[in-house]
Nanobody, 120 residues
Framework: VQLVESGGGLVRAGGSLRLSCAVS????????MGWYRQAPSKQRELVAA???????NYADSVKSRFTISRDNAKNTVHLEMNSLKPEDTAVYYC???????????????WGQGTQVTVSS
């Protein structure tokens, strides 16, 4: 199972970016998906999560600015980020709870991370 992120980059404060993550491999099913971020010298934190049924959860710091969505048919998850602030600068990681076809158990899988830099 592999998770590949795309869409990071450099943007000015107030701007927007859209992150995407595609899950591929020997996939049986995918439960929750989400985005985490880690800024220098800080712990990794949850940004947003979405269940298979579409229920969402956001960190207080991004509510009303970020929107998470997923396409179950394509095994993808997206993060639309608007009104970006310098404090949003971090490496953003995609996460998914995946049950491989050969397994009866779900495990957490991570992408390699994509850098988001917001300049003031």
């Amino acid at each position: 199972v592999q998770l590949v992120e795309s869409g990071g980059g450099l943007v000015r404060a107030g701007g927007s970016l859209r992150l995407s993550c595609a899950v591929s491999g020997n996939i049986g099913s995918i439960n929750a998906m989400g985005w985490y971020r880690q800024a220098p010298s800080k712990q990794r934190e949850l940004v947003a999560a979405i269940t298979r049924g579409g229920s969402t959860n956001y960190a207080d710091s991004v509510k009303s600015r970020f929107t998470i969505s997923r396409d179950n048919a394509k095994n993808t998850v997206h993060l639309e980020m608007n009104s970006l602030k310098p404090e949003d600068t971090a490496v953003y990681y995609c996460n998914a709870d995946v049950r491989p076809r050969y397994s009866g158990y779900y495990s957490a899988y991570w992408g390699q991370g994509t850098q988001v830099t917001v300049s003031s």
